[in-house]
């Protein structure tokens, strides 16, 4: 198992007995407080739904034993709160790509050194395509 399926496996069972809590508050981003430090990737002390999506790829594509019932449980709370899904999606959406146009304005204005922040951002333009 890769450093990242490993990541991305640990946010998904950190995120989602917190799902549907998560879709029924305001938050875009919902603090996982119980998120170990090791896991020290960008995004991961925090759920959205983009980050939700992107880790199920992750361990899908990686073929864990675990993606077919973290895949069933989040689509549980999926069709159950299709609504506030929606709601939170285009909210986190609208967010990631003002964060994403900043960046890229940055990165065009600055020096080389702005570029340790491209890594993350990449991760939120990946987001944006998968909601």
Known sequence: MSNSSQFHLQYLKLAVPDL????????VFWP??????????PGMDQM???GVV??????????LPEAMTLSHLVEDVRERWRS???????????????????????LTHQTAGRLNVYRAQVRNRVILELL
């Open 54 to 63: 992107l880790s199920l790829k992750v361990i899908t594509a990686y073929a």
């Open 84 to 106: 506030n899904w929606a709601k939170k999606a285009a909210k986190e959406f609208s967010q990631r790509v003002r964060n994403w146009e900043h960046t890229v304005g940055e």
């Open 32 to 41: 996982l407080p119980s998120a170990p430090t090791s896991l020290n990737e």
């Open 20 to 27: 549907e809590s998560y879709l029924l508050s305001p938050a």
């Open 48 to 50: 959205t739904l983009g």
